[in-house]
C-alpha cells in the first residue's frame, strides 16, 4: 500500500512538471520577495540595508513587523474594500513601490539625529504596507493553484530567498542595499505585470464563500504565537550563550536551512499516504522540538545547531504558507481574509518572539538549569501548538458557522445589515443541487465530500466504500450533471452560469 502511493505521488508530481516548469516566474518573483523578507525582518538586515552597514535600531524592526502585521489584519477585516482598491493598477503598484522606497529610506537609519529618525519611521512603516501588499497578491496567485503545486514552489522559493540572502549580506554596503531595494520592484512587476494578480485579465479559479474569521483567527493565531515565542526565546539564549553576531548565526545556516526544509517537505509529500500539510507539520515540529531539547547540549558545533535552529522554524514558515495556500483552494475561501489572517498571526508570532528573545536576553550568562528551563518551555509550547493545527472537519466547521446571515462575508466584512435574505449553508446549496439533477443517496454524500476538497481516499474512508465505487459516484455525478472537470461541478453549486 505505501509503494503504491509513492508511485502516485511520484506520478502527480511529473504531471505537474509536465504542465509548468519547476522553476517558473511565480517562483522567482515570490523567492525576491522572501529574500527581501530575510534581509529586512530576520534582523541582521544592517549589514545589507544601510549605506554604512551600521545597525538599524531595532525600534524600526519592530515597527516595520507592526506595520506589516496591521496592513494584513485591516485587508482582511475590510476585504471588499481591499479588493475594489486593488483593482486599480495604480493601487497594485504600491505595494513594491512603497516597500522599495521604505528600503532607501532605512538606509539612513543607522545615525543619531532628526533625519534618521524620521526616515526609519517612515521607513518602517511604508515597508509593512507595501510588503504586505505585496504578501497578500501572492497569496491570491496561490489560492488559484492546486496544493500539488504549491508544494512544489514554495519550499523551492524560500530557498531561493535563503541564497539570495546570503549572497546580498557578503556585497559591499551601498550595494548591498540598492540591490535589496531592487528585489520588491522585480517581485511586484513578476506579481502584477507577468501574473495579473487582482486583474481583471485573471480569472480566479472559484469565487470565495463566507466562513467564521474569528475561529480561524484564534486557531492559527494561537498556534503561530505559541512557534514564535518558542523561536524567540531559544534563539536569543543560543546566539547569547554562544556569542554570535546575528549575521554569522544566518548568512549561510540559513541557506542549509532551507535545504532541510525541501527536504522535509518534499520527503513528506512523496511518503505521505495522506496529501495534505498535517504530515509535514508533524516533521516540522520533531525538528524543532529536537532542537530545542539539545539547547543545554550544543555549545561548540555553532553551524550544525544554527542551521537546526532555522530550519525547524523554517520549515514552518513553509507549511503555513503552504496550509494558507491550501485552505484557500480547497474551501474555496478568500485569499485576502485566509492570508491576512493566517500571515498577520504569523507575523505577530514573530513580534512576541522579539519580545520573549529580549526578555530572555535580560538573564544572560545562563546558568545550565536556565538553559533547561528554556529548552522546556519552548518545547512544550511548540507540542502544545500541534493542538491547534487545522483538521478538515475544523475548516468545514469554519464555512458552515457564518451561514445563518449574521456571519462574516468572504473578505472579512459583515454582511450589508441583514437587507438581503441570507445565503444558503454551502451543504444545503449542494443538497439543492443535489436534487435538482436526481442524485441518489449515496450520489449526494459523495458530491458534498468531493466539493468540500476531499480526495477519493479520503471518501473512501470516511464513507466505507471502496475506491472503484467512489469512482463510479463521481462518473455518474458527471453524467448526470452534464460536467466534465470539478471546475465545471463547483460552478454549479456557486450559482455561475457556463457558457
Not at 520577495?33 to 530576520?42: A, H, K
Request: hydrophobic share 50%.
Amino acid at each position: 500500500m505505501g509503494f503504491q502511493h509513492l508511485k502516485e505521488n511520484v506520478a502527480l508530481f511529473r504531471a505537474e512538471l509536465t504542465r509548468e516548469p519547476f522553476l517558473n516566474c511565480r517562483v522567482l518573483g515570490f523567492a525576491c520577495i522572501r529574500g527581501w523578507v530575510y534581509l529586512m525582518f530576520m534582523g541582521a538586515a544592517a549589514s545589507s540595508i544601510t549605506w554604512t552597514g551600521a545597525p538599524i535600531p531595532p525600534l524600526f524592526y519592530l515597527l516595520s513587523t507592526a506595520s506589516l502585521f496591521a496592513t494584513l489584519l485591516a485587508s482582511a477585516l475590510a476585504g471588499r474594500a481591499f479588493l475594489s482598491l486593488m483593482g486599480h493598477p495604480a493601487a497594485r503598484s504600491a505595494g513594491p513601490l512603497l516597500t522599495s522606497l521604505g528600503t532607501l529610506l532605512l538606509a539612513n537609519a543607522a545615525g543619531q539625529g532628526a533625519f534618521p529618525l524620521a526616515c526609519g519611521l517612515i521607513g518602517a512603516i511604508v515597508t509593512g504596507i507595501g510588503s504586505g501588499i505585496i504578501d497578500l497578491g501572492y497569496g491570491e496567485l496561490y489560492r488559484n493553484e492546486p496544493p500539488s503545486r504549491t508544494v512544489i514552489e514554495i519550499p523551492l522559493a524560500f530557498f531561493l530567498a535563503a541564497l539570495t540572502f546570503a549572497l546580498i549580506a557578503i556585497l559591499p554596503p551601498v550595494a548591498g542595499c540598492l540591490m535589496s531595494a531592487a528585489l520588491p520592484l522585480v517581485s511586484g512587476w513578476i506579481l502584477f505585470v507577468t501574473q495579473h494578480a487582482w486583474s481583471r485579465k485573471r480569472i480566479p479559479a472559484v469565487q470565495p464563500i463566507a466562513f467564521n474569521l474569528g475561529a480561524f483567527a484564534w486557531r492559527i493565531g494561537l498556534c503561530a504565537c505559541l512557534i514564535g515565542i518558542a523561536d524567540g526565546m531559544v534563539r536569543a539564549a543560543f546566539i547569547t550563550s554562544n556569542q554570535l553576531s546575528m549575521n554569522a548565526f544566518l548568512q549561510w545556516p540559513l541557506g542549509a536551512a532551507a535545504l532541510v526544509t525541501m527536504a522535509i517537505v518534499y520527503a513528506s509529500a512523496f511518503l505521505s499516504t495522506q496529501r495534505g500539510t498535517r504530515t509535514i507539520y508533524k516533521a516540522a515540529i520533531f525538528v524543532m522540538a529536537f532542537f530545542f531539547m539539545l539547547l543545554p547540549v550544543f555549545t561548540q558545533a555553532q553551524n550544525v545547531e544554527s542551521t537546526m535552529a532555522l530550519a525547524g522554524y523554517g520549515t514552518f514558515n513553509v507549511l503555513i504558507w503552504m496550509l494558507l495556500a491550501e485552505i484557500s483552494y480547497n474551501y474555496r475561501l478568500s485569499s485576502t481574509a485566509v492570508f491576512g489572517i493566517g500571515w498577520g498571526m504569523v507575523t505577530l508570532g514573530v513580534l512576541l518572539g522579539a519580545f520573549a528573545g529580549a526578555i530572555v536576553e535580560q538573564f544572560a550568562p545562563f546558568a545550565p538549569q536556565q538553559m533547561s528551563l528554556i529548552a522546556l518551555i519552548a518545547t512544550t509550547a511548540i507540542l502544545f501548538s500541534f493542538f491547534f493545527v487545522f483538521k478538515e472537519s475544523d475548516l468545514i466547521e469554519l464555512t458552515e458557522d457564518t451561514s445563518d446571515g449574521e456571519g462574516e462575508a468572504p473578505g472579512g466584512e459583515a454582511p450589508e445589515a441583514a437587507k438581503r435574505p441570507p445565503k444558503p449553508r454551502f451543504h444545503d446549496r449542494c443538497v439543492e443541487v443535489a436534487t435538482q439533477f436526481e442524485l441518489s443517496p449515496k450520489e449526494t454524500e459523495v458530491m458534498i465530500l468531493f466539493a468540500k476538497g476531499r480526495s477519493a481516499t479520503r471518501i473512501q474512508e470516511e464513507l466505507f466504500i471502496s475506491k472503484g465505487t467512489v469512482s463510479t459516484h463521481l462518473r455518474h455525478i458527471y453524467q448526470k450533471m452534464d460536467v466534465h472537470s470539478k471546475q465545471e461541478l463547483l460552478d454549479i453549486i456557486e450559482g455561475i452560469d457556463r457558457p
